[in-house]
């Protein structure tokens, strides 16, 4: 619905000002286009690709966008999730960092897992507390699908989908925690 995906955009130019005021008032002078990407890799074996997609699962990258295994994807993958879908593992990346860095007391929990000829399909639970003055806590489980590209072996495309609804998903930023 056209809130929902303003609510999404909304959230996302909050992220990207927020991490430049924290730039700024930290006196780091670079911006996250300039960082180095780690890890990238010409080509990715799916047992490699597996094995740190795991990893990243296990250091919450998803979370906060940090110690994510950017190597692993093509620069223009394409992110889908019930909000929106765009193409480009640096948009993806300063999403994620931007807006995991107002996430407290976040887990994230591997619930399945079912490799397949194509892709990957990673089942997980999620929950965190915003750094918000009202303190919404935000719940969801779901599953990410990878889909591996035929030559390189990296990730073309990372599609999100969550047992909630979009609208329910955007209702508890709203609701304070107890």
């Known amino acids: 619905s056209v809130p ?19 730039n700024f008032q930290s006196g780091l002078g670079k911006s996250q286009d300039q960082e180095q990407e780690e890890g990238d890799f010409e080509v990715v074996t799916r047992e490699m690709a597996c094995d740190l997609i795991r990893k990243d699962y ?16 093509k620069s223009d993958c394409e992110f889908a999730d019930p909000f929106v879908s765009f193409k480009g593992l640096k948009r993806f990346k300063q999403n994620v960092s931007n807006l995991g860095a107002f996430m407290e007391k976040s887990t994230l929990k591997i619930a399945s897992w079912d490799e397949k000829e194509d892709s990957l399909k990673v089942g997980w639970r999620f929950r965190c507390v915003l750094a918000l003055p009202w303190r919404p806590a935000i719940s969801a489980s779901g ?21 909630i609804s979009p609208a329910d998903g955007v209702r508890q930023l709203f609701k304070p925690s107890k």
């Open 4 to 22: 929902v995906r303003m609510v999404w955009y909304l959230s996302e130019a909050f992220g990207i000002a927020a991490a430049g005021l924290r």
């Open 58 to 73: 296990e250091q919450s990258y998803f979370v906060t966008g940090t110690f994510m295994t950017t190597g692993i994807y």
């Open 143 to 163: 599953s990410t699908e990878y889909f591996f590209d035929d030559e390189s072996g990296k990730i073309c495309k990372h599609v999100e989908s969550w047992n």
